[in-house]
């Protein structure tokens, strides 16, 4: 139902190629396609049209540009838009000069105030501040409750009294002067955006408490709806930026392009996940590639970049790719990838990996015990598995906890990969890998373009003359 | 940066082939040493498990006062108007949206604008096409030029996807049935039930309230406020317990007491964690065993949801076989016409409408007041 923006692409790509340039009716072709995409991604409808505007000045202006292949021309275009509208840069916190620095959360009711109070909380500690929550939201069963329970997980105090909203808050605020607290977060009952008492509520609160930051938090599976709100409660707070929660579904969050086009304030930070660490600062372009349906190819490469020493990473590409790789490098690979984080998270960040193995859970138990049997090899065994007989096996399966027919399975899983991994380098785009994850990464080499922001550099290494592509980066 | 890019392959392919590895050994069962769930295996278990822990099923309301007295068919309290009412609340806001179309003859111009109307009704792109060609085939054959009548056909179109014989909440004779509520997180799963538990015990049905939602923090307080108000009963488990222990001890006690129905609250999950997906297989299968019937699986829907709601109704179908949508904060400038989509493409049908924060305020749904309100 939701095939990404690519795939659509791809009729109209074929057909591009032969042309070499692009002709404005190319162009609206494309266009209709784009406007489908973002529609189907929950892009308001006005924004959509404003976007497409702007998209087409842009590419019929640089048709004069006949050197780039059209569709990673038009790729190219759209994707610059949509990080331009989403807001180029992340935001960037600045204290108070005279503490404490008082956040204001807002939104519908359901949208992640409460437990984003927390998020962000945690976030604020982890830059080295002391912050404080105050529970100002009076209003649903519990809410102060879950406060303080989130609150305890993160570490942080929870200020709330009953009574008025209102004055829960100016207190709050005080007590976190009190106490010498340099940050406080103040949660806020959800409210629907024509509710004109509660608005007028909110908009007294934000009065009492003269927050330096107001954020709107918004459900990434909110749909045309999105504009309204934002306007209402931009309306009346004057919102500095937004929260963006619940990234952690398939929605493709379009809301977050209606939102920023028409409160002007960045998307500050984005929740992606149930825990509490999973909240960050907000990466603009990330989005822009989900809500084209292209993953998140820049925070993989972040991530590996953190894990992996420059040197070693060549090491072990050069034996990968003279074919030399044995269990051991499979082990030392497997705990590098593991420190990346969750290998759940992982797979959803590859582009082009189908939506059943992206969408898969990844029992790391399984892991585990994968790590477990080749632990329990000897070194000979490890360096050549092919020696490994019956009687082996079951000393393996004994020492792992795991049954003969699980080492089997690891061990033909391993040859399969090292046959993979062999015909790697010198076949072209993604066919080697293709046959390891099924039919969906087919032909995605050079569709796919990230805005070509990160271009690989191709100094002289002892790598082939035509290096593994990952789609999305050339 | 190469060789950097070279290694993410080779770990997702590793990750990839670990992923398949273990989607294939879920599978077929006999590769696994399975350490099967205790709770999964029989009744008697689930009985002793619940003695142990002293923390899961406690009863906090008082018992049910009245033996209770069955009538087969459920209809929910004549609160009709304040469909009406309520949506003109929001509609205010958004009036004159037709206008430019009713101000002239049908052009091409008037398809747009209907598109653009759908859309923003968040009915979707394709459900929107759809219906246009629909209604396109129908003023070509009768050659249609007065807008008003168009809208009209628009408007019966759109019931017409909207239309099934039955809304009711199914309730059947015999041991305790059970609603199940299930949904993504914030919806107002735990609200709707407040809601329906107000509204069944108004009829004479004594009902007790199942806190499945063990995972968020205070949501099983925020589910007994509303026991306590509502006068129901509620069983509650330890936090980040077992919700179907849970569910299945409030069937228990349900069927101890003869009472007629058990509300089963559930943590909201989004549809896309396999895992959470299954736990919750588990509590439906756990909660139609005996003495136990699920007769209504509800999905809560938030009617700001755009087109993931789709996406999720399927998968959410998929898992527990929903029998009916929820459509809560209706009373919003949403106009949530995902339902439409989702009841047009999958059969669903929309039983429930939340209007606002009180009790009342849950209402059956009314499709020809939910067509106008797409267009006011």
């Not at chain 1, 923006?5 to 070499?20: A, H, Q, V, Y």
């Not at chain 1, 002391?130 to 100002?136: I, M, S």
């Not at chain 1, 582009?351 to 898969?360: F, I, L, Q, T, Y």
């Amino acid at each position: 139902m939701f095939e990404s923006l690519s795939e659509r692409f791809e009729g109209i790509f074929d057909r591009l190629r032969s042309k070499g340039t692009l002709r404005e009716s190319d162009v609206d072709e494309v266009l209709r396609e784009i406007r489908l995409a973002l529609l189907e991604a929950d892009v308001n409808f006005v924004v959509v049209k404003s976007i497409l505007a702007r998209i087409r000045e842009a590419a019929i202006g640089a048709r004069v540009h006949e050197a780039l292949n059209p569709a990673q021309q038009v790729i190219k275009l759209v994707n610059e838009a949509l990080v331009e509208a989403l807001g180029g840069e992340s935001v960037r916190i600045q204290y108070a000069s005279r503490p404490p620095t008082v956040v204001l959360m807002a939104g519908l009711q359901g949208s992640g105030k409460t437990t984003n109070s927390a998020k962000l909380a945690r976030w604020f500690r982890q830059q080295g501040r002391n912050p404080l929550l105050v529970g100002a939201d009076l209003q649903r069963p519990a809410a102060v409750e879950q406060l303080r329970t989130m609150g305890e997980r993160v570490g942080v105090p929870v200020f709330s009294q009953p009574g008025d909203p209102v004055e829960t808050a100016r207190a709050g605020v005080d007590e976190a002067r009190r106490l010498g607290r340099d940050v406080c977060i103040v949660d806020t009952a959800g409210r629907l955006a024509i509710d004109a008492e509660l608005m007028d509520q909110v908009r007294r609160i934000s009065q009492a408490t003269s927050p330096d930051y107001t954020f709107l938090v918004v459900d990434a599976m909110t749909g045309q709806d999105a504009v309204t709100v934002a306007e209402s409660f931009d309306a009346a707070l004057a919102l500095d930026g937004v929260i963006l929660t619940k990234l952690d579904g398939d929605a493709r969050g379009g809301a977050a392009l209606s939102v920023k086009e028409v409160v002007g304030k960045p998307i500050a930070f984005a929740s992606t996940g149930e825990k509490v660490e999973d909240f960050d600062l907000f990466h603009p372009d990330r989005l822009a590639s989900r809500i084209l349906g292209m993953g998140d190819v820049l925070t993989l490469i972040e991530k590996a970049e953190q894990v992996y020493e420059k040197e070693e990473a060549e090491q072990t590409a050069a034996k990968l790719l003279e074919g030399k790789f044995t269990l051991d490098d499979f082990l030392e690979q497997l705990q590098q990838v593991r420190k990346m984080g969750p290998l759940q998270n992982l797979m959803g960040m590859m582009p082009g990996m189908p939506k059943e193995m992206r969408n898969a859970e990844i029992d790391e138990g399984q892991v585990n015990r994968v790590e477990a049997i080749i632990r329990s090899m000897t070194r000979d065994e490890r360096v050549d598995p092919t020696i490994i007989d019956g009687s082996r096996r079951l000393r393996i399966a004994n020492g792992s906890g795991t049954q003969t027919s699980d080492v089997s399975q690891l061990l033909k899983q391993f040859r399969e990969m090292q046959k993979l991994m062999k015909r790697m380098p010198g076949i072209s785009g993604t066919k080697s890998a293709r046959s390891g994850r099924g039919k969906k990464g087919k032909g995605k080499k050079g569709r796919k373009g990230g805005g070509g922001r990160v271009t690989p550099a191709g100094t002289g290494r002892t790598t082939p003359k035509q290096p593994f592509t990952l789609p999305g980066l050339d | 940066m190469e060789i950097v890019i070279l290694l993410v392959v080779l770990a997702v392919v590793i990750v990839a082939s670990l992923a398949y590895v273990g989607l294939r050994a879920r599978g077929s069962t006999d590769l696994e040493p399975p350490p099967a769930p205790p709770v999964e295996a029989g009744a008697s278990e689930v009985v002793v498990v619940e003695d142990e822990g002293q923390a899961s099923g406690t009863v906090l309301a008082p018992p049910p006062e009245a033996p209770t007295v069955e009538g087969p068919p459920v209809e929910v309290p004549p609160v009709r108007p304040s469909f009406r009412d309520r949506l003109a609340k929001a509609r205010g806001t958004f009036s004159g949206y037709l206008g430019s179309i009713r101000s002239r003859k049908v052009d091409a111009e008037t398809w747009d604008e209907l598109e653009e109307a759908l859309i923003r009704a968040d009915v979707g792109v394709a459900a929107t096409q759809q219906i246009l060609d629909q209604l396109r085939t129908m003023a070509k054959d009768e050659s249609i030029s007065d807008p008003e009548v168009l809208l009209e056909r628009l408007k019966a179109l759109l019931k017409g996807m909207l239309a099934t014989s039955d809304r009711s909440l199914h309730h059947q004779a015999g041991g305790p049935n059970v609603w199940l509520f299930v949904g993504v997180n914030g919806v107002g799963k735990t609200t709707t039930i407040g809601k329906i538990a107000r509204q069944q015990g108004a009829q004479g049905r004594s009902v007790v309230m199942a806190a499945g939602d063990t995972f968020r923090a205070a949501a099983a307080e925020q589910l007994a406020m509303w026991a306590d108000r509502t006068g129901a009963d509620i069983v509650r488990g330890s936090e980040g317990g077992d919700p179907s222990s849970v569910i299945f001890d409030a069937v228990e006690r349900a069927a101890a007491r003869g009472n007629d129905l058990v509300l089963g609250d559930t943590a909201g999950r989004l549809h896309t964690k396999t895992n959470l997906m299954d736990e919750l297989r588990k509590v439906r299968r756990v909660a139609d065993r005996d003495p136990g019937n699920v007769t209504e699986v509800l999905l809560v829907l938030d009617a700001t949801t755009g087109q993931n709601g789709l996406v999720q109704a399927q998968q959410f179908t998929d898992a527990v076989d929903v029998t009916g949508v929820v459509l809560t904060k209706l009373d919003g400038s949403a106009k949530g016409g995902i339902a439409l989509a989702i009841q047009a493409t999958l059969g669903i049908p929309i039983k429930l409408v939340g209007l606002g924060e009180t009790v009342d305020d849950l209402v059956e749904f009314d499709p020809d007041e939910f067509v106008e309100a797409l267009f006011a």
